[in-house]
């Protein structure tokens, strides 16, 4: 009788190891497929966390122009006005990824796409949006380097700045060295009118006297 209560518990033992051994299930974060997509709500920023280790790729994912990428994850943004937005993955800790589309599955079109920005491994894509378009934002790491904690931030981004630059019909010769000297004017400007900066200056195209810094007008 002994022994039969011992089998019972040894054999009770060994299932329960057994089924303890079954691994667990990865934990793919919520935003994994194109088709959960995570909202981005309006006003404007939002910020949202998530787990992209266990991030998988979707074989309609499309390939973004300017790098590589695995362990995506997905964002749909509908604007109710026109704009321009900007989107960074500051703060996050891994190599990251970001590309903006319209469209759908098999049939999307790229709209912006950053790997690297400002000297860090994190990435900043801006760009125009219009009112009642949906644009999907697939944030991913590097190559196939591994996820991690990503942070993702929607705001308004600031308009582009736009750079022209007038030169001088004429200039002058110094006899004495052959140098050239021109003169001219680059003006940077935001869209709207508000003047960023001026800039006037003259240089010389010589290798033996290197061109002057422009100076501030």
């Known amino acids: 009788m002994r022994f039969g209560r011992s089998l019972l518990v040894v054999s009770t033992v060994a299932a329960l190891t057994i089924v303890g051994a079954v691994p ?34 979707e074989p309609t994912d499309p390939e973004p122009s300017c790098v590589g990428t695995t362990h995506t994850v997905w964002y749909s ?6 704009g321009r937005i900007g989107v960074d993955t500051f703060g996050s800790d891994y190599d990251t990824t970001l590309s903006a589309w319209v469209g759908e599955p098999g049939n999307f079109a790229e709209v912006a796409c950053n790997d690297d920005t400002f000297d860090s491994v994190q990435s900043l894509i801006r760009f125009d ?18 996820g991690g904690n990503l942070q993702l931030t929607v705001d ?7 750079e022209d630059l007038t030169i001088d019909p004429a200039g002058t010769v110094k006899p004495s060295t052959g140098t050239a000297m021109i003169g001219g004017t680059v003006t940077c400007s935001e869209t709207g009118g508000s003047v960023a900066s001026g ?9 033996s006297a290197p061109a002057r810094r422009p100076t501030r007008s």
């Open 24 to 57: 667990s299930a990865q934990a793919q974060p919520p935003n994994d497929d194109f088709a959960n997509a995570t909202v981005v709500t309006e006003p404007l920023p939002f910020v949202d966390s998530v787990d992209t280790t266990d991030a998988t790729v």
């Open 77 to 82: 943004y509908t604007p109710s006005a026109d």
């Open 129 to 146: 949006v219009t009112s009642g378009v949906t644009y999907f934002i697939m944030a991913g790491s590097f190559l196939d380097s591994p």
């Open 156 to 162: 308004v981004a600031p308009p582009p700045i736009l």
């Open 199 to 207: 800039w006037t200056g003259s240089g010389s195209p010589s290798s």
